[in-house]
C-alpha cells in the first residue's frame, strides 16, 4: 500500500449492545438530574411523603430517588439553620419522655463513654469522659423552638459544647481506603463514619444521627437549660440538643456514644416513626 493511496473509511455501525448501553448511561444521568431537581421543588413537608410512595415504583427511579436521599439530608442538615429567638421570647418548658431516666445522676458516678474513636494516634478504641472534659471545649448558647412530634414546642436556652467540637477533638475513626488507609477530607469534612449512635448509661433509650446532622453548627451537647444545670428530668447531666430534629432526637442524660458506619438502632424509629425525624 503506497503513502498516497486511500485508506477506505471504514463505517462500523454499532452494534446493539453499544447503543443499549449509552442508552442505559443517558437514562441513568437524566434520572439523577431530575431527582435532584424535584428535591428542590419539593419542601420539607413533602418529602415524608415521597418516602412513602417510592415503594410502588420501579427500580431505576428508585435507585435514582436513593442518590437523591443523600443530597436532600446533606442540604436539609448542613444547608440551613433552625430558627433562633431573643431571650424574651423563651417560653415555659415542658417535660416529656422518661425513659432510662429511672436511676438519678450524680457527677461522682457519670461518665460519658465513646466508641469507635481513631487508634492511630495511639489513643484507644474506647474512651471515658467527664463534664469537665466537655465545658473545656468551647461553649455556646443557643435559643431555639423545642418541638415533640406530639404537636407542642416551646422555647429555650440551651447551653453547652458542639459535638462537632468535640468531634474534632476527639476524631472519631476515619473510613479507609481499600489497603486500610484513612480517607482525606473532602471539601474540608473529615471521612468520618456515617452515623453517630447514643443511648441513656441503662442503654434503655437510644438514638441514630446521621453524621451530617450531628455535625451540624447547632447540635449542642448541652449542660445548661435557661442558665442553669440540667435538672434530672431534662437529662442531667448531659442531654443532646439538636434543633433540626424533632424532640425524639433530642435524647437526655447521654451515657454511650458510638461511631459506626452501620444505621444504627433508634427507639422511635422502631415504633414506626421516620429515622430521620427532621423538623
Ligand atoms: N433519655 C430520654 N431522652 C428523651 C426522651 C426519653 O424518653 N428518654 N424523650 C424524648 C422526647 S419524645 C422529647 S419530646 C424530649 C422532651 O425533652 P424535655 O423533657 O426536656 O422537654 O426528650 C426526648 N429525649
Ligand atoms: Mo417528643
Not at 20 to 29: A, L
Amino acid at each position: 500500500m503506497t503513502a498516497n493511496e486511500e485508506q477506505p473509511i471504514k463505517l462500523t455501525p454499532p452494534d446493539d449492545s453499544d447503543v443499549e448501553q449509552q442508552m442505559r448511561r443517558m437514562s441513568r444521568r437524566s434520572l439523577v438530574k431530575g431527582a435532584v431537581g424535584i428535591a428542590f421543588v419539593l419542601g420539607a413537608r413533602h418529602w415524608v411523603d415521597t418516602r412513602r410512595t417510592r415503594q410502588g415504583i420501579p427500580w431505576p427511579l428508585r435507585r435514582a430517588l436513593q442518590v437523591n436521599e443523600e443530597i436532600w439530608h446533606d442540604f436539609a442538615s448542613t444547608g440551613h439553620l433552625a430558627p433562633t429567638f431573643r431571650s424574651t421570647q423563651i417560653t415555659r418548658a415542658r417535660t416529656n419522655g422518661d425513659v432510662g431516666l429511672s436511676d438519678i445522676q450524680d457527677l461522682s458516678t457519670w461518665t460519658l463513654k465513646v466508641s469507635g474513636l481513631d487508634t492511630s494516634t495511639g489513643d484507644p478504641d474506647t474512651r471515658s469522659f467527664t463534664l469537665d472534659d466537655i465545658k473545656k471545649l468551647p461553649a455556646h448558647t443557643i435559643i431555639t423552638q423545642f418541638k415533640c412530634i406530639e404537636g407542642w414546642s416551646y422555647i429555650m436556652s440551651w447551653r453547652g459544647a458542639r459535638l462537632v467540637d468535640f468531634m474534632e477533638k476527639y476524631s472519631p475513626a476515619l473510613k479507609t481506603d481499600d489497603s486500610g488507609n484513612p480517607l482525606p477530607p473532602v471539601n474540608g469534612v473529615p471521612a468520618y463514619p456515617n452515623f453517630v449512635s447514643m443511648s441513656t448509661p441503662d442503654k434503655q433509650y437510644f438514638v441514630g444521627l446521621d453524621m451530617q446532622s450531628a455535625r451540624h453548627p447547632q447540635t449542642l451537647l448541652c449542660y445548661e437549660m435557661n442558665g442553669k444545670p440540667l435538672t434530672q428530668e431534662h437529662g442531667a447531666p448531659l442531654r443532646l440538643i439538636i434543633p433540626v430534629k424533632y424532640g425524639v432526637k433530642n435524647i437526655k442524660r447521654i451515657g454511650n456514644i458510638h461511631y459506626t458506619n452501620q444505621r444504627p438502632a433508634d427507639y422511635w424509629a422502631e415504633q414506626g416513626y421516620d429515622w430521620y425525624a427532621e423538623l
